[in-house]
Structures are given as C-alpha cells and as structure tokens.
C-alpha cells in the first residue's frame, strides 16, 4: 500500500523560497512516477513538476526555471523546491505518485498548505 506524507509548507514572502517533501512508503522510485501538483482555492488541481520512473523531469510552464524536483532513495522522499515565489503559487500542494504503466495517478497525499504575502 502506498502512503505519502507531504511536509514544508508554510508562510513566505514574495520572492522567498520553500521546499516541500514527500516522504513515501510503499513503493520504489524505480518504479514510480512521482508528481506534485497544486489547487489554489476555488480551481481545480494542476500538476506543477514530475519525475518520471526513469528520472525525467517535467514541469509546468509557469514554475520552469523557478522549481525544482528530486528525490533521495535512502530516504524514500520527494522533494519540490520552489524559489522566487509569486501570490500565485499559493495553493494547497499534493505530491502523487503513479505506477510506471498507469496513465492516471492514483496515490495521493494528504497536502501541504503554501501561502506567499505580497
């Protein structure tokens, strides 16, 4: 059974920086993509970055050159670190992980509040 357990959200000022974690159980990254996506209030979730089972990256276009995903095996987590933060990142933050053949993400975390002040 796959667990995620986001952590690191918090306050930060515009421009500021934070970086969430995903700590996961369950599975192994080799045979995994691993997401974040983002649901600001009253939107829809949307993916924000990826690591694909063979270490690709991808990224939303408004977060490239800004966020950054990796990941570490010996702790089993899923890092995303966000610089230069803008009001619109504020969001609820999911990490996600899905099966390498599956087309949908299926495993969610429980979220992590980002709020940037302007």
């Known amino acids: 059974q796959v667990q995620l357990v986001e952590s690191g959200g918090g306050l930060v000022q515009t421009g500021g920086s934070l970086r969430l974690s995903c700590e996961a159980s369950?599975?192994?990254?080799?045979?995994?993509?691993m997401g974040w996506f983002r649901q600001a209030p009253g939107k829809e979730r949307k993916f924000v970055a990826e690591m694909t089972w063979t270490f690709r990256t991808n990224y939303q276009e408004s977060v490239k050159g800004r966020f950054t995903i990796s990941l570490d095996n010996a702790k089993n987590t899923v890092y995303l670190q966000m610089n230069t933060l803008t009001a619109e990142d504020t969001a609820v933050y999911y990490c996600a992980a899905r099966y390498r053949f599956n087309r949908e993400y299926s495993s969610w975390g429980q979220g992590t509040q980002v709020t940037v002040a302007s």
């Open positions: 369950g599975l192994t990254f080799g045979n995994y993509d």
